[in-house]
């Protein structure tokens, strides 16, 4: 029997769903290529950058979660290039062919055409962003506990996020949280009280996918939080200094970008159309138009729901596109018609603070402890395949009701990370 040897790119939340279906099947050859060694949970990343967990809680060897799999084979590079229309792809000096091809590379941040902006305010994507967050943070706390000049400690002292998304929102609020009530006696004499967090959004509300009440609820967990929320307005000449807020420069020393994603930088390499965020269209079988055995999933395919609305870039729709391909290939080998991918939506969330969060399913809405118990329920059990997760909710547990935040590690910058790229800094 010759198996059908499919490669698919990217061991994110759509790959790994993906492998973790077809490798069910004894008749495909899977060969998963990524660029990290490792599966990372992106969703808890801001937890890493503000000092809660550490980066072995969110992410786990892929050679780990597919040991079992003996038609499951890992490839540690990086596809530079795509030769879709003969079946191949490009990495390490080599092309490799393959019978079906699955793309997830997912997104990276989008900064408008001001990519130097990366460089004053990381977004938070990876790892590497998240521990440089981390450090950025951590040092302002650290630099104006020695710094007399009242001037440049208040600038010491000043946070911006820009983005007003679920992102953001965990940010803003976790940094101010952290001030007001983890490093309040830490610091004898920066006078955290005196810290100012500021959440910029360009448009007119904050988690604009989320219904308009828990939107305004967010925003007044916020205030109670202490974080300023600036709406309608945009962020604009971005330096070490500080920024522009719409007509008003904010001296800041740390900035951090959560505004707008771009698929990956791969995408532009997929024949065929895009939409307005350069996503690849695919078609409801999840595969390029002109090219049955190609498909595209996750936040780098925009895809249609039923309802004719383009699909978000979250992780159940990566996920369940992901597990979908497994019919779509199998009806292929049986000769019959392919399905058609439906997106089964169980709502979204997001945390604001320690027992503040919004959650909205099903038409239900609702906030405030329930919806952060929930947020921490679904969370963990998304944690799943991470053989650590009770470490993870033992370590919320702790954190919860000591305020503490253990993983508060200054580690030196050496080298920047922009779209795959590895920057040495001197
Ligand atoms: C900070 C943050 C918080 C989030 N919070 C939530 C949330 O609360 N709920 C939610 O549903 N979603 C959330 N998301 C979105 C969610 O994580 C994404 O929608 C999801 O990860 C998309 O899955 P994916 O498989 O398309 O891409 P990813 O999970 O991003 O995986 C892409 C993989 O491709 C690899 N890769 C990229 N380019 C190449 C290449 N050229 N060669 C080889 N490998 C490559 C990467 O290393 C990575 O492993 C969040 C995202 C971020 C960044």
């Not at 503000?50 to 892929?62: K, N, V």
């Not at 229309?85 to 092309?95: L, P, T």
């Not at 976790?174 to 967090?197: G, Q």
């Not at 997106?343 to 239900?364: H, L």
Request: one cysteine or more; aromatic letters at 10%; hydrophobic letters at 45%.
């Amino acid at each position: 029997m010759v198996k059908k040897k499919i490669v698919v790119v990217g061991g994110g939340f759509g790959g790994v769903s993906a492998v973790d279906a077809l490798s069910a099947n004894p008749e495909f050859e899977i060969h998963l290529v990524d660029r990290r060694n490792f599966h990372l949970f992106q969703p808890l990343l801001y937890q890493i950058a503000m000092a809660g967990l550490s980066p072995s809680d969110i992410a786990i060897p892929l050679r780990t979660l597919f040991r079992k799999k003996r038609n499951v084979h890992i490839t540690l590079a990086e596809v530079d290039q795509l030769d879709i229309a003969n079946n191949k792809i490009h990495y390490d000096k080599n092309w490799v062919e393959f019978d079906y091809l699955v793309l997830c590379c997912g997104a990276k941040h989008a900064y408008f055409g001001n990519e130097k902006w990366e460089e004053f305010a990381p977004g938070l994507k990876n790892l590497e962003q998240a521990i440089e967050i981390r450090r950025r943070i951590l040092m302002a706390f650290e630099l104006a506990e020695k710094e007399t000049d009242p001037i440049i400690r208040s600038k010491e002292l000043t946070f911006v996020v820009v983005g007003g998304g679920p992102t953001g929102v965990e940010l803003a609020g976790a940094i101010a949280e952290m001030a007001k009530h983890t490093l309040a006696n830490d610091y004898h004499n920066a006078d955290l009280a005196k810290i100012k967090v500021m959440l910029v959004e360009a448009g007119p509300c904050i988690l604009a996918a989320f219904p308009q009440s828990l939107s305004l609820t967010a925003q007044k967990n916020l205030k109670e939080l202490g974080v300023e929320v600036i709406i309608n307005t945009r962020a604009s000449d971005l330096s070490k200094d500080g920024l522009q807020i719409g007509d008003q420069y904010v001296p800041a020393k740390t900035i951090i970008w959560a505004a707008g994603v771009l698929p990956s930088s791969l995408t532009m390499q997929i024949p065929g159309e895009k939409d307005r965020l350069g996503r690849a269209l695919v078609l409801p079988d999840l595969s390029l138009p002109e090219f049955k055995n190609v498909f595209v999933i996750g936040d780098q395919a925009a895809c249609k729901s039923k309802s004719g609305e383009f699909l978000p870039g979250i992780a159940p729709v990566a996920m369940q596109q992901g597990a979908f391909l497994k019919d779509v290939i199998v009806s292929d080998m049986l000769g019959r018609a392919r399905p058609t991918f439906e997106y089964v939506d169980k709502g979204i969330m997001a945390t604001i603070g320690r027992s503040k969060a919004v959650v909205s399913t099903k038409g239900f809405n609702f906030s405030g402890l329930p919806a952060w118990l929930a947020w921490v329920f679904i969370h963990l059990i998304y944690l799943m395949k991470f053989k650590n997760r009770l470490f993870v909710f033992l370590q919320w547990a702790w954190s919860y009701f000591t305020f503490g935040r253990g993983a508060r590690l200054i580690t030196h910058k050496t080298w920047r990370f922009y779209d795959g790229e590895k920057i040495k800094l001197e």
